[in-house]
């Protein structure tokens, strides 16, 4: 992915982006490589390392979201996820909502 499209997707500037960008690749987890469509961009990509550790935090991160609605009624959680979708779709028109559906 550009770090134009990253931006866009989390709503930063592209200079917030492209130093997050570097910090990450100074420390192993993305790789980036010329973006053969456009000569003046480059491609963002996961490492090895990278990829550990977003498999790390998503379990950490769901185990946390489950723990944040423990006390709520199970009848309730997909009236609660439609309220959290809509606002991402209200926030950041650029998300694909779709792929949250589940």
């Known amino acids: ?3 134009s499209v990253i931006a866009k997707r989390m709503g930063r500037s592209k200079g917030t982006i492209t130093s997050l960008i570097k910090h990450c690749f100074t420390h ?5 490589t010329p973006d053969p ?3 003046n961009a480059k491609l963002i990509f996961l490492t090895q390392k990278g990829k550990k550790i ?3 935090m998503a379990h950490v991160i769901t185990d946390r979201l489950h723990e944040s609605i423990s006390g709520i009624p199970e009848e ?8 959290l979708l809509s606002c991402i779709a209200t926030q950041n028109t650029m998300w694909s909502l ?4 589940d």
């Open 1 to 3: 992915m550009r770090p």
């Open 98 to 101: 779709e792929e949250y559906k």
């Open 76 to 83: 309730h959680h997909e009236i609660i996820k439609n309220a």
């Open 28 to 32: 192993g987890f993305v790789a980036m």
């Open 54 to 56: 977003h498999d790390e």
């Open 37 to 39: 469509t456009n000569k």
